[in-house]
């Protein structure tokens, strides 16, 4: 047997097709619509259910109730009630599903019935003809089949709900009255509206004739609370017109309605806005009801939300047994009712939003709300985040809109954009106020995780003992500038590097081997000579680090200086022994004595005042005490250190010191701390890679191979590595690369986040108020990365003012050029080349961009330029000085200049334009300036204390005899 539609069926049965439906879902069906196919199997089924019924209009039923149809609209109200008020416990029932209504009576008596009832209210008014009843009756069945058009129509033609509506016909209700609803109550003698309350409505339904709009009284109580913003709840509303409202009562034709609502109103439905709007599909209320009735979703079942299928009202609540198991055909009901039966669309729009924005809305009532922002928290769960994330980093990881964040961020009163790098501590807070454990995970970390990946490890793990050699102490320089530090390790090595240096300063790091000779045994010491001004501090405390023993360099005439005792204290934090050089002591103001006791104080004690530390006096210049120098080195290393290294292993070291040489690229000192560093092998360093070309050591010859504790330079790098960046030789280019760029890339952000002055939103307030902050962007180039690392940190140090601030935009080794041009021209930088000058076109584009180039050889004299340069960015500071006073005599009117003040000046002088105040009992009434001066009758250009002088100030004219001119002027004040 073909498939049959259901509408086909609901017309060869003489049912309405929503009283198919509705059977359908009772038989625990799912069809979804009138236009649905049903299979043969289920239309047997139906029909026998419709047989056992009797309901079943056995076929022209219907057309004998043609006349009744008024009646029809109980019977259905009735029938469709059934179903759903069964849930109910309607009165409905009684017709339908006696059994049924039984039962429900608890749940929603009086709903059923009225709220079929109302149904057929709203269609009334189409309904042309009919008075009333007729349309009572059609409205209850077409209610159900929601389009409002049709329904008017159909009312004729269908008789109404034939099975439903036939037993309720029957008992009469329906038929005296139009009302269906009313005819269902009264049948409600079934008990199903077990809620008495509404008996009273049973009765009224007679007199309504329109009463289809039964649910007046009432407004669906249990209706919902959804019911307004939906669709449906403007039906909801219509019927509900108690009384019936005049609107839709001028709309029927029926009129009667006014009826109804009486009679409806008597309360039917107590609880439930649905009870007579059995038919009227509630989305809104499908949900409640659903729920409310306990099986929540399995409404479903019932047959998704047919309007006619009872679902909503109805089967909400009682959900007896046949709508209301299933989640009372309520679930989503929706889509028959609303759309078609209310033509709202809102059904439709309903479903769709409750999808997404459920969801939504649950995180929403989940999330806490920061300063109005709604963010959800976390559980206290550990997030590990780089040193330098930033918020979208953070939000990545749990999963929030960033752009919350940084509203959290801003009402926890830092201005943070979601891609800028934040820093520890503005990360910790975050993570704190949304309850995360923030795990920063360290550079070193980092690193070793980053290594890890590529199955690599940087360190102390050499190998067994067997595969240990000896290997040269490696020694750092240290002392308080102009001490001897250059000078000394030039005679060290005879050679003089120190005629070479610019301005007498050490600019970058060297390193070099010295060979002597110990217990008649050959010993060789590299040497690492560390720049001496404060600016390199950084460096040197990578020098300690990366070295064996320091020789701290002390003048003897000189003594321990302030940079001696930091040398000490990097030293000492690096664990690193000591071996104290006494300088100069041939200088006649030499006391090396003195130099003792004052370092023994910082915990160096001398080896002859019984303490473990060797003390030599020497004299750079002449030579002397050099050998015993190098032994005490010697001496030092094997009493307190064993230094071994493995050669055979891939070479891993530091880099002392890197730049980039126009013949022959990025060249890097590196000092090979383990293994052996030969031409060829790929290695990386900081954020450079690339494949050793040469290697050429301290007296710059060009050898094959570097062993432990040697350095050497390094050719063929891609880029310039900073000083201090370990480097490691790795297994091939492709690793090099892919561990550089990563380093890189964190740098990068590190760089940004310890680069990012943030301010938090008092300072910007405050700095608002002062006027305009200041910031002076600088882009620096020298000649090697340890260089501008040092300038910078440096220059960073500055500190002239709040208002003004410096910010490096750029930073790089070797010359300008015209990239760094355009970018300064660009940003309004100011370029610092250290050592390096303009290459190619850059100084023309320079000169053409006016942009500020400025070329330094000496880091302190570019410090001490720059902080000039901020000192000049400052605002002038004013300050007020008094000019003179004069007192009001006299008050002259003049139509063209307005009030004049004829006055004595009692002191100093009054001059024209100058600003002035007037005082009056000592108040100040009024900030202007003098406008036209006289003397007698002449214009003037001032009058001096002693004199009269008839004067304006500017438009103000209430001046009085006795008042007090104050005159002044805005004085710029220099700064400190
Ligand atoms: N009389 C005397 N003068 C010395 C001796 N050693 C160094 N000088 C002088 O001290 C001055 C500074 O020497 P440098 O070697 O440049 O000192 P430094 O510690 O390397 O200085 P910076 O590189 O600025 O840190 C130079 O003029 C040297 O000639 C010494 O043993 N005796």
Redesign the pocket.
Known sequence: MAKVRVYELAKELGLESKQVLATLKDMGEFVRSASSTIEAPVVRRLRDRLDSDGSASDGKKAEDKSAAKKAAPKPKAGSAPTKRASSAGGSAPASAKPSDAAPKPGPKPGVAPGTRAPRPGPRVPRVPGTPGTPRSASQPVTRTTPKPGPAVPKPGPKPPAAPMSEKPAEKKPAENTPKPSAAPKPTPPTGARPTAPKPGPAPKPAPRPGGPRPRPGTPRPGNNPFAPSQGMGTQNRRPRPEGGRPERGGDRPGGPRPQAPAARGGGPRPGGGSPSGIPRPNPAMMPKQSAVGGPARGGRGGGRGRPGGGRGPGGGPGGPPPFGPPGGGGGRGRRGGTQGAFGRGGGPRRGRKSKRQKRQEFDQMEAPSIGGVRVRKGDGQTVRMRRGASLADFAEKIGVDPASLVQVLFHLGEMVTANQSINDETLQLLGAELNYDIQVVSPEDEERELLERFDLEFGENEGDEDDLMPRPAVVTVM?H????????LDALRHSNV?AKEAG???QTIGAYQVETEVDDEDRTITFIDT???EAFTAMRARGAKSTDIAVL?VAADDGAMPQTIEALNHATAADVPVVVAV??V??PTADPAKVRGQLTEYGLVPEEYGGDTMFVDV???KGEGLDELLEAIVLTADAALELQANPEMDAQGVAIEAHLDKGRGPVATVLVQRGTLHVGDSIVAGPAHGRVRALINDVGESVEAAEPSMPVQVLGLTSVPGAGDAFMVVPDDRTARQIADQREARKRAAAQAAGARRKTLDQLFEQLEKGETEELLLILKGDGAGSVEALEEALMKIEVSEEVSLRVIDRGVGAITETNVSLAAASGAVILGFNVRAQGKATEMADRENVDIRYYSVIYRAIEEIEAALKGMLKPIYEEKQLGQAEVREIFKSSKVGTIAGCMVTSGIMRRNAKARLLRDGVVVTETEIGSLRREKDDVTEVRDGFECGLTLGSFNDIKHGDIIETYEMVEKPRD
């Open positions: 002392g500038v102009d001490h001897g530090k250059t000078r000394l120190q007498g300063i050490t720049p001496g001004h360099v300088n100069k041939d200088k004299s750079a210049t």
